[in-house]
Each structure stands twice: as C-alpha cells, then as structure tokens.
T-cell receptor
C-alpha cells in the first residue's frame, strides 16, 4: 500500500484479556519496527524485524508480549493477559532496509486497558 | 540516563518569532541524527536530517555539535502550523533502530 497501515486504530480491552495488533508495512520494505508511546513519553523500542526474522526482541517489556511477521509483510503484536500499564499507543514503522532515515510510521493503535 | 534528552517545553511563541531548542545524546557512537515532528494524536514524521556541517530546510535550521553531543533546531518566522512536538532522534552506525527523545512541544500563537 501507499503507507503503513495499522489496525485497529483504537482498542479498549479489559484487564487480563489478550489483544492482537496488526501492521501492514509499505510494500517492499524489508525492515519493520514496533514502538510504543505512553502519554507524555518518548517512543520506546519494542522489536525489529528484517524480513520474517526478529534479530532483536530486547525491547519487549515482558514475556506477555510477542510478535511475528509472515511473508515478509504483515506483522502482528500480541499482548497476553493485558495489564493497565500496557495502555499506550503502539506504533509500527517500516523502512526499505533498516538503514538511514527512511522510517515511515503508521498512525498507531491506541490501546486502553480498563 | 536516557539516550536522548530534550527540554519538554512548552515553548509558547507569537507568530513570526524565532524559537530554538536543543537535545543531548549520550551515545558517542551515534552517527545519524534527525528531527521528527509529531502532531497531537498523530504519528511522527521526518522533518529533516541533521548533518555535521549544519543544514537548512526553508525556515528550519539544524545544527550538530559532536564534541558536546547536542543537536539543535531553530525555527524562523514561526507559523501557527509549526505548533507540534519536535522529536530528537539518533541512530548509531550499524544499528537498525532509532532512539527517540521525549519531545519538545512548541505552540505558536496568533
């Protein structure tokens, strides 16, 4: 597509439920990133994909968080047993090769855990 | 210590004014530097890269001081549409991820 597409744009979930966030990167972009942004905070790196592999998962805050990418394209970020501190905007970005400044962000998923 | 630190502001300036702000970075191996702009409840978008010799893009001027490890952004002749949060971003050589500051908020008033 023309840009990075994320869905849903908003998600309200009850504490303890699992949620799945989706990112559809720009076609042909091999690098895909997940960040999250809490209110008034900077962007926190979560995970990076190069193709389908994730060489760096170090940013995932706990084992409740996981992500996968299939076909070198769509990625899903799954949060199990959500907690209130998981409430944030989850941003996905893609870039042609993981180098340089060619990050394009999606508009994010605003997750609220109640 | 955070990798990238910024004065959160807010900087409230009248239209037509000049506003400038800095950020500092802690990793001396940082090689690439950028300013991103983020509007309220929107995603960040690249404003400009920052080069060692300093660079301009219209009303925006970016400077890099490697010795002191800080980056600056100056906005001349401020417009109402410049109101946003400006994110300072750094990247290390051979690193794939960008490190973001928490942002400096600028509000331009009529």
């Amino acid at each position: 597509g023309a840009g990075v597409s994320q869905s849903p744009s908003n998600k309200v979930t009850e504490k303890g439920k699992d949620v799945e966030l989706r990112c559809d990167p720009i076609s042909g972009h091999t690098a895909l990133y997940w960040y999250r942004q809490s209110l008034g905070q900077g962007l926190e790196f979560l995970i990076y994909f190069q193709g389908n592999s994730a060489p760096d998962k170090s940013g995932l805050p706990s084992d409740r968080f996981s992500a996968e990418r299939t076909g070198g394209s769509v990625s899903t970020l799954t949060i199990q047993r959500t907690q209130q501190e998981d409430s944030a905007v989850y941003l996905c970005a893609s870039s042609p090769d993981g180098q340089g400044a060619g990050y394009t962000f999606g508009s994010g998923t605003r997750l609220t855990v109640v | 210590r955070k990798e990238v630190e910024q004065d959160p502001g807010p900087f409230n300036v009248p239209e037509g004014a000049t506003v400038a702000f800095n950020c500092t970075y802690s990793n001396s191996a940082s090689q690439s530097f950028f300013w991103y702009r983020q509007d309220c409840r929107k995603e960040p978008k690249l404003l400009m890269s920052v080069y060692s010799s300093g660079n301009e893009d219209g009303r925006f001027t970016a400077q890099l001081n490697r010795a002191s490890q800080y980056i600056s952004l100056l906005i001349r002749d401020s417009k109402l549409s410049d109101s946003a949060t400006y994110l300072c971003v750094v990247k290390s050589l051979n690193d794939y991820k960008l490190s973001f500051g928490a942002g400096t908020t600028v509000t331009v008033r009529a």
